[in-house]
């Protein structure tokens, strides 16, 4: 498992690397700042961020005595106006690999101090700017009570054929992700992904436009609507849905583990974050593997940390997507770090079209 997670994560930061290599000069932190007590981290929401709050921010704050301040949500373009403005408000950013590279690539980071971290541990070796702390897929859900075994979506190709899986259908805005999904639902192999072949994926995308009743901003909005009935499918992640089968979960939901776009998490310290210092203890703190191991023994992510993965219980195992699925696809970093800003642009377009 964790071979699959380095050669995927591995690609991610190649073009990390580069792009850290060839960022400008960016605003620095004033030394004052740096000896606050607090720090800046931005959050997902949802069951997500309330299982990190508990497991992870509580525990740093009460060991060390800095106070993490949580707030959405993990966004390039927020990042890149701070920047511009000189008034960085983040310190930690917490983004999927695709952003992760881009910011990299545009400057967007921090060189990192990893001297309080066991770097051989990681299963994912980190680079100059940012670090992988775990590993995760999304998939399609349903209510379970609602639609028996067979009567659901369970790969890409099933969620975009309206005719054998009628009902309204709700995805995430954005291309990323999106684009590659409406590919393998149209035949295209998972070796054979990228470069993407945008038309064809726009094509699939016209086809299936009239079903999607909503258009989801956030993961809780894609939890909520399923679990309200406003639509029948969505997509999500495994970690999400698990804490919907918990006690105050609500509406418990199921989640498709037969075909998966896979994905790694990354941390970075924004150039000239205010708070550098307790940023790089933070993300130390995060990659500790009793840290991940308590986070993921509730969560279900994949985490980075080798000793973590050994403490892991079965019952979790049983929500951690197969990192080895052939059915399932490695989203390319790489890729996104070239042709995120106008990709996107043209997803939006679309969407208003």
């Given at each position: ?145 609602k639609f028996s075994d067979g009567k659901h ?85 495994a970690n999400r849905v698990k804490a919907t ?109």
């Amino acid at each position: 498992m964790k071979n699959v997670v380095s050669t995927v994560s591995r690609r991610f930061f190649l073009t990390a690397g580069a792009g850290a290599l060839a960022a400008p000069l960016g605003i620095r932190a004033s030394a004052a700042a740096a000896k606050s007590n607090s720090l800046t981290f931005t959050g997902y929401g949802g069951s997500y961020q309330e299982q990190l709050t508990r497991l992870a921010i509580n525990p740093f704050t009460e060991e060390t005595g800095i106070k993490v301040n949580v707030v959405p949500a993990p966004d390039l373009a927020r990042v890149k106006a701070q920047l511009l403005t000189g008034n960085v408000e983040w310190d930690v950013f917490d983004g999927n690999s695709a952003q992760m590279a881009s910011g990299s690539k545009l400057g967007f980071w921090e060189k990192l101090d990893l001297s309080g971290v066991d770097v051989g541990d990681l299963a994912v070796s980190p680079t100059s700017d940012a670090v992988v702390w775990g590993a995760y897929g999304s998939g399609f859900i349903w209510d379970p009570k609602k639609f028996s075994d067979g009567k659901h979506p369970a790969t890409c190709a099933e969620f975009f054929d309206v005719k054998k899986f009628p009902g309204r259908r709700s995805l995430r805005t954005g291309a990323f992700g999106n684009l590659e999904a409406a590919l393998l639902a149209d035949g295209v192999l998972p070796k054979d992904m990228y470069p993407l072949d945008l038309n064809r994926a726009f094509r699939a995308l016209d086809r299936l436009k009239p079903s999607i009743a909503v258009w989801a901003t956030t993961n809780p909005q894609s939890i909520s609507l399923v679990q309200t009935g406003e639509v029948d499918f969505a997509s999500s992640f495994a970690n999400r849905v698990k804490a919907t089968t918990e006690p105050g979960g609500g509406v418990p939901l199921a989640f498709s583990f037969e075909q998966n776009l896979l994905d790694s998490e990354g941390l970075a310290v924004l150039k000239g974050a205010p708070n550098k210092e307790n940023a790089m203890k933070f993300i130390a703190y995060l990659l500790r593997p009793e840290v991940q191991a308590r986070m993921d023994n509730e969560m279900g992510s994949v985490p980075v940390s080798k000793k973590a993965q050994s403490m892991l219980g079965p019952e979790i195992r049983k929500w951690q997507v197969d990192l080895n699925n052939p059915k399932s696809l490695y989203l390319d970093a790489g890729y996104w770090a070239d042709h995120r800003e106008a990709v996107e642009q043209r997803f939006k377009e679309w969407i208003l079209s």
